[in-house]
């Protein structure tokens, strides 16, 4: 099956910039990474012939890696915070290891249950951060539980269609459903009066169309392998438009203060 190729620009400005942004703008997008590895992980294991998938995993490992040396620079000084990012860091290496094995079903399977713990805890530290008023923005939380459900949807998707069975999948998955169609009608209503945010996100509406035609269709046409490299395509489209959108409301944003 032919993948159109994309450029891998998947959080750029977090890459390039990591020590000149907030604990709430890297905590939220250490879920999307996490999230991002393992749905690189099930479509390598779907299309093991594909090189993409491996250059990109590895690429996303080291972003997470730096990203979280920063973090945990940033909340040194912080008892509660530096505990949470320490259980994150502890916990990072059963994941890598997950990452790192030879494909197959009972091998996403662990990936599948490694990137789960993970993201709980991602998640834990992120709402530790705004308990603190460090969080994100508005428009920014948003954006990046968008990017996080489009890369869950994915990887949930990719690996039913991989073998994995598990009790919790089919009930998840309509969670991250429910999770990316209320954000992107909570982040539309935010910027209603911005006609270039707005551009944006009518670009992800777009690209969604074509991903819950898949995802509507996964009962029945499971194996489909048009509407397998729709998911694959789509959800690193998304992930795109997040960045550039994370971009312009930072950017916004500094304009205001």
Known sequence: MRIFHLLFCVA???????????????ASGQRVL???????YMWQALQPQQKEPAERLGKTIKQFDSQLATLERQVHKDVELSDQVALLKDQWPAYRMALAAAVSPKASQKVLEESENLAWLAQSGTKLIEQKKLGASRGIQLTEGIAAASQRLAKQYLAQVGGVKTAFLPKDLQAARSEFEQSMKDLRALYAGNSKLLEQIQLMEDQWLFFQRALDALGQKMHDQELVSNVIVTS????????TLVGKILFLQGQNK
């Open 12 to 26: 750029l400005l977090t890459v390039s910039h990591a020590d000149e942004l907030s604990p709430g703008v890297l």
């Open 34 to 40: 996490i999230e991002r590895m393992a749905r690189l």
């Open 236 to 243: 690193e489209h998304i992930l795109e438009v997040t960045d």
